[in-house]
C-alpha cells in the first residue's frame, strides 16, 4: 500500500470535528452558500500574528485574510487537502478554527473559502496533473478530462477501467492515467512497459484487458528517468490525499477539482465521467 504524508494530522487537537468522518467520496469542499466580508489573497512575504504562525508551524497553509463579524478577522487556508477557516481575535491573541456561523446558520466564511481556496487550489492541482506522467486512454476531442492514479496490478483500477469504457469509448471522455508502481513488487516494472512502449495507450489497453491472466509483461529493468517519474507521481498521489489507487479526479460544473478514492459506485459514475 501507498504510503501517506498527512501533514493535516498535526491540526488533529483542532480538527477533531472535522476529521472523524472520511466518506467514499472526497470533494475537495462543499462550502454553505452565503458569506460575509472581503476575500484579500495572503502576499508569501506576510507576517502573520503569532497564533497563525503557529498553526502554520503545525501544517496549515493560509492562502488568504476576509473580513469577519465581532472583530474577528478570518484567514482561509488548506490543512492538508482541507479547506479550513481560521478567526484570529481582536487582541492577536487566540484563533478558533472552523466554521462561524450567523443567525440564520450560514458559514460566514464560506464564500472567502471558495475564492481563496477551493478556486486557486483547484488550479494549482490540476496543473500538477497536467504536468505528471500520464498515459492518454480515448480521444484528444473528448469534452471531459479524467485523472487517475492508476497501479497496473490495481483490480480497482481494472474495474474503473472497464466501467469508464462507454464514455471513452464514445469519445466523451479522455481518461489519463497517472501511472504509479506501489501495489506489487513488479508495479513499477509493470508501470514502466506501458510508459516506453511505442503507444502507452496500447500497452496500457492490453494490460487492463488482459488483467486476470496477469497483464502486461513487466520490463526486467526500470530506467532512472521512468523511476523518477513514477516517484514524482507517487509523492502527487500523496500529497493529493490518497492513500492508493485509483485516485480520481474531475472538474465539476464549477471548474473547481473532486476527488474520489477508490472505484465510485455505479450511481456516481455519471458524477465522474459526466452524462452516459
Keep these: 500500500m501507498a504510503r501517506k504524508i498527512k501533514p493535516w494530522l498535526l491540526l488533529a487537537p483542532i480538527l477533531l470535528l472535522s476529521a472523524a468522518c472520511t466518506g467514499a467520496k472526497e470533494p475537495v469542499a462543499t462550502p454553505a452558500t452565503q458569506a460575509t466580508g472581503n476575500a484579500k489573497p495572503v502576499a508569501t512575504t506576510t507576517n502573520h500574528p503569532a497564533p497563525i504562525e503557529a498553526l502554520e508551524a503545525r501544517g496549515l497553509e493560509v492562502l488568504g485574510t476576509f473580513d469577519a463579524p465581532s472583530g474577528l478577522t478570518g484567514y482561509a487556508g488548506l490543512a492538508g487537502t482541507d479547506p479550513v477557516s481560521v478567526y484570529l481575535t481582536s487582541d492577536g491573541q487566540h484563533a478558533l478554527v472552523g466554521s462561524l456561523l450567523d443567525a440564520q446558520g450560514n458559514d460566514v466564511g464560506a464564500d472567502a473559502i471558495r475564492k481563496?481556496?477551493?478556486?486557486?487550489?483547484?488550479?494549482?492541482?490540476?496543473?500538477?496533473?497536467?504536468?505528471?506522467?500520464?498515459?492518454?486512454?480515448?480521444?484528444?476531442?473528448?469534452?471531459?478530462?479524467?485523472?487517475?492514479?492508476?497501479?497496473?496490478?490495481?483490480?480497482?483500477?481494472?474495474?474503473f477501467w472497464e466501467a469508464a469504457r462507454p464514455w471513452v469509448d464514445a469519445g466523451k471522455v479522455q481518461l489519463r492515467h497517472v501511472m504509479v508502481g506501489v501495489i506489487r513488487a513488479d508495479s513499477a516494472n509493470k508501470a514502466a512497459a506501458i510508459l516506453t512502449a511505442s503507444s502507452p495507450e496500447q500497452a496500457l489497453t492490453s494490460n487492463e484487458r488482459n488483467f486476470a491472466n496477469g497483464g502486461i509483461k513487466p520490463v526486467a529493468t526500470v530506467s532512472a528517468k521512468v523511476r523518477a517519474d513514477l516517484n514524482a507521481n507517487e509523492l502527487l498521489m500523496l500529497e493529493l490525499g490518497f492513500q492508493g489507487t485509483p485516485g480520481i479526479l474531475f472538474l465539476d460544473e464549477d471548474g473547481n477539482v473532486q476527488r474520489r478514492s477508490g472505484m465510485p459506485q455505479p450511481a456516481d459514475l455519471t458524477t465522474v465521467l459526466g452524462p452516459r
Design 116 to 159: 481563496l481556496v477551493i478556486k486557486p487550489v483547484s488550479e494549482r492541482t490540476w496543473s500538477k496533473l497536467q504536468d505528471a506522467a500520464w498515459v492518454q486512454d480515448g480521444k484528444t476531442t473528448a469534452p471531459r478530462t479524467v485523472y487517475a492514479f492508476s497501479d497496473p496490478n490495481c483490480p480497482y483500477c481494472n474495474l
